[in-house]
C-alpha cells in the first residue's frame, strides 16, 4: 500500500514537471492595471484572473500549442493565437485591453438628429402652453410645453396631490420617511433665475425646498447618529392654527476618522447631454469632487450612450491626472442606455467593494433614458434588487428642456440614495465640495417618523410636503420596508400644521386613550409623541427614539431662526404651488419672516432665498 503511495506521488511529480506555466499583466491603454480580468486557455479548464495590481499566474498548463483569451466586462475581448507550451516553461503574455465603443457613427448620429428634430417641431404643433403659468400635472406626470424656436419641452414630474388635514380622532398616527434630497429648491431656482418664468407646480416639492438650508439644531449626544428637535407656534399664513417644527441633525464626521472610499462615476454621454448646461457643467462639477477626495479614495468612470462602457477603470485619486484626463476625453453623442449602465456600474462598485468603507454610485444625467432599460418601473426593480449590497447612490440632475425629474427621483429613492439638481458651478461646489460628507456618506439608514397627535389638544393636522414618502402606520414597526437615508452632518425638517381642539374627543387605544375620564391626555401639556426608528448603515435591525411635544405658547415673533426661516420656505412653496392651504399666505410676508431670520449665512444661500422670493412676486404681476 506504500509502495503504492510513494508510485503515485513520483508520479504526479513527474507530470507535474512536464506542465508549463502562463503569467503576465493586464492593463489598459493608458497601463493602469485592470483588476478582474477573466484570462482562459481556450478549448481547456485552465484559467486565473488578475489581481489589484492586474497581475495572473496560470498554473499546470499542459505541454503543447495553444490559443489564450482575455476578458473583462467593458473591454474588448482580446485573443492570443498559437502559444506554444513546453514541459517546465514559463511563458509571459501580457495583455492590453481596449474600452468597447460607446458611440454610434456619426451617420447615425446625424440621422438621430434629423429625426429628433422633425419629430419636435411636429409635435411642438401639437401641444402649447402659457411659458408663464404654473400648471397642475396629473396623470402621466409629464409637462409639455412650446418655447421660443419650437423647441419642444419635455420635462416630466410626477403629479403631486398636497396633503389634506386629517381629523385626529379618524386618524392620530401620521407615518412617513425622511427626505434629504434638495433637487426641487434648485430646479426652482433654475426656472426663476434662468428661464424668468414661475416653476411649474408638480416641480415644487416643499419638503426638498426646506431641506435645502441647514438650520441650527443640538448636536447629536454620544452615541446616537442625530438629535431630534422640536418646536411649536403660531402657523404665519393661518393664524387661527400652530405650527409644530420637527428637526434632525446628523452628527459630523470625526475629524481624521478615515473612511475609503469606492466611488463609480456613472455619466451620461449622449445626445442629449451636450448642451453647455449638461456635460460641459457635469466634467467641471466632477473636477471639484476629484480635487475635495482623499489619495487613497477609488474612482471609477463608466459612460453610457448607445452602449455602457468603462472609460476609467477603478483607480486611486492620488492618480488624479490619470483620472482627470479620462473625464475631460468625454464627448457627447448616441442614444441612452442607462439602464445598461447603472448595471455596470453596480457591477464595478461590487467588485470593488469595502468593508465598512463607503461604496457609492454617483449618476450624473438629464434622465433621458431611451434605450435598454427605459421605463421608471423597470429601472426601479433593478435598483431595488442592488441596494441590499451596501451601495448607496447618489443622482445628480443636469440640464433643462427634456429634463426627467420624475425618474431621477425615484431611482434615488430606491437605491438607498439622495437627489441633487446642479443648475450652476456653484450647487455644484455646495453639493459635492462644501456638504461633501453629507451627500456621500450615510450615517443612517431607513430613518422613519411616526406621530401619534392627542385629540385631547389637537383636532386635525397636515403634514407640510413629504406627499410621496408616506407611509402606512404599519411600515413603522416593520424593518423591511425601505426608508431615507441621512448623511454625516445634514440636517431634515418636517413641519406640521394643526388645528388645536375645541372640545372633548375619542381616540384609538394608544397613548392618549384616557380621555373619557380625563386621565393623561387632559392633564398632559403634551400635544403629540414622535417616534423615530432608524438602523445604522449596515445593519437590519432598526433602534427607537421617542420624545413628546408639549405645548410651549411661544408666540411667532419670539419663536428660534429656525422656526421662521423654515416657515418663509413653506409658505413660499406654497405660493408657487398655489396651493389649496396657503389662506393668508404672500410674497411679502414671505420677505418679512426670510429677512427677520437669515441668523448665520456663510455661503449667502438665505440671502439668495430672499432674492428669489423677489424675482417671484415680480413674475406673478
Known amino acids: 500500500m506504500k509502495r503504492t503511495a510513494v508510485f503515485l506521488l513520483i508520479l504526479s511529480t513527474i507530470l507535474f514537471c512536464q506542465t508549463g506555466k502562463i503569467k503576465g499583466k493586464v492593463t489598459d491603454n493608458q497601463n493602469n492595471p485592470l483588476q478582474g480580468a477573466l484570462i482562459s486557455v481556450i478549448g481547456t479548464s485552465w484559467g486565473a484572473e488578475t489581481d489589484t495590481e492586474g497581475n495572473y499566474l496560470i498554473n499546470g498548463v499542459g505541454q503543447g500549442v495553444f490559443d489564450i483569451k482575455c476578458e473583462l466586462k467593458g473591454y474588448i475581448t482580446t485573443e492570443v493565437k498559437n502559444i506554444k507550451i513546453r514541459a517546465g516553461q514559463t511563458i509571459t503574455q501580457n495583455f492590453k485591453l ?278 421608471t418601473s423597470e429601472l426601479v426593480k433593478m435598483m431595488e434588487e442592488k441596494r441590499n449590497k451596501g451601495i448607496f447612490i447618489t443622482v445628480l440632475g443636469f440640464g433643462m428642456g427634456n429634463y426627467k425629474d420624475s425618474r431621477l427621483e425615484e431611482i434615488a429613492d430606491k437605491g438607498n440614495g439622495n437627489y441633487y439638481y446642479i443648475d450652476g458651478i456653484l450647487e455644484a461646489k455646495k453639493v459635492l465640495v462644501t456638504e461633501l460628507a453629507g451627500t456621500m456618506f450615510t450615517i443612517a439608514k431607513d430613518v422613519k417618523l411616526q406621530i401619534e397627535f392627542n385629540p385631547a389638544k389637537v383636532e386635525s393636522y397636515r403634514l407640510v410636503g413629504y406627499e410621496n414618502r408616506l407611509l402606512n402606520k404599519e411600515d413603522f414597526d416593520d424593518d423591511k420596508k425601505d426608508a431615507g437615508e441621512l448623511g454625516a452632518g445634514h440636517t431634515v425638517t418636517a413641519l406640521y400644521e394643526i388645528v388645536p381642539a375645541k372640545g372633548p374627543a375619542k381616540s384609538d387605544n394608544l397613548k392618549y386613550q384616557a380621555i373619557e375620564t380625563k386621565k393623561d391626555a387632559y392633564t398632559t401639556d403634551e400635544i403629540m409623541n414622535i417616534k423615530l426608528r432608524y438602523k445604522e448603515p449596515k445593519e437590519d435591525q432598526s433602534k427607537l427614539i421617542q420624545v413628546a411635544l408639549k405645548y410651549s405658547g411661544i408666540p411667532l415673533a419670539k419663536s428660534s431662526d429656525n422656526f421662521r426661516f423654515s416657515a418663509a420656505v413653506a409658505e413660499f412653496g406654497m405660493l408657487l404651488r398655489d396651493s389649496q392651504f396657503k389662506k393668508d399666505s404672500s410674497y411679502n410676508q414671505v420677505l418679512e419672516l426670510a429677512k427677520g431670520s437669515k441668523s448665520k449665512d456663510d455661503f449667502g444661500y438665505r440671502a439668495e432665498f430672499v432674492q428669489l422670493v423677489e424675482k417671484a412676486k415680480l413674475l406673478k404681476k
Not at 427626505?179 to 424668468?196: C, E, G, I, T
Request: proline share 4%; with cysteine; aromatic share 8%.
Open 98 to 375: 481596449k474600452i468597447q465603443s460607446i458611440e454610434i457613427g456619426k451617420v447615425e448620429e446625424e440621422r438621430l438628429k434629423k429625426d429628433k428634430a422633425s419629430n419636435e417641431k411636429k409635435e411642438a404643433l401639437m401641444y402649447e402652453m402659457d411659458a408663464m403659468a404654473a400648471p397642475s400635472v396629473s396623470g402621466t406626470g409629464m409637462i409639455m410645453r412650446q418655447e421660443a424656436g419650437d423647441q419642444f419641452n419635455t420635462e416630466e414630474y410626477s403629479s403631486i396631490k398636497e396633503n389634506n388635514f386629517k381629523k385626529v380622532t379618524e386618524d392620530p398616527l401620521s407615518t412617513f420617511s425622511i427626505d434629504v434630497d434638495a433637487a426641487s429648491y434648485a430646479n426652482v431656482r433654475r426656472f426663476l433665475l434662468q428661464n424668468n418664468q414661475l416653476p411649474y407646480a408638480d416641480a415644487v416639492r416643499i419638503e426638498e425646498m426646506i431641506n435645502y438650508f441647514d438650520y441650527d439644531y443640538k448636536q447629536p449626544e454620544k452615541g446616537l447618529p442625530f438629535s431630534l428637535n422640536t418646536e411649536i407656534s403660531d402657523c404665519p399664513w393661518n393664524k387661527e392654527n400652530k405650527l409644530v417644527h420637527i428637526g434632525l441633525q446628523g452628527r459630523k464626521m470625526e475629524q481624521g476618522k478615515e473612511v475609503k472610499s469606492n466611488f463609480v462615476f456613472l455619466l451620461d454621454v449622449s445626445g442629449s447631454m451636450e448642451d453647455p448646461n449638461k456635460l460641459p457643467l457635469l466634467k467641471k462639477s466632477f473636477g471639484l469632487l476629484i480635487d475635495a477626495l482623499k489619495p487613497s479614495d477609488r474612482i471609477a468612470i463608466v459612460v453610457y450612450a448607445g452602449a455602457a462602457g468603462v472609460v476609467l477603470p477603478s483607480t486611486e485619486v492620488k492618480n488624479k491626472k490619470t483620472i482627470l484626463d479620462a473625464l475631460n476625453k468625454l464627448s457627447a453623442g448616441g442614444s441612452t442606455a442607462g439602464g445598461q449602465g447603472i448595471k455596470l456600474a453596480y457591477d464595478i462598485a461590487d467588485k470593488y467593494l469595502i468593508k465598512n468603507g463607503n461604496n457609492r454610485i454617483i449618476l450624473a444625467t438629464d434622465g433621458d433614458f431611451n434605450v435598454g432599460v427605459s421605463s
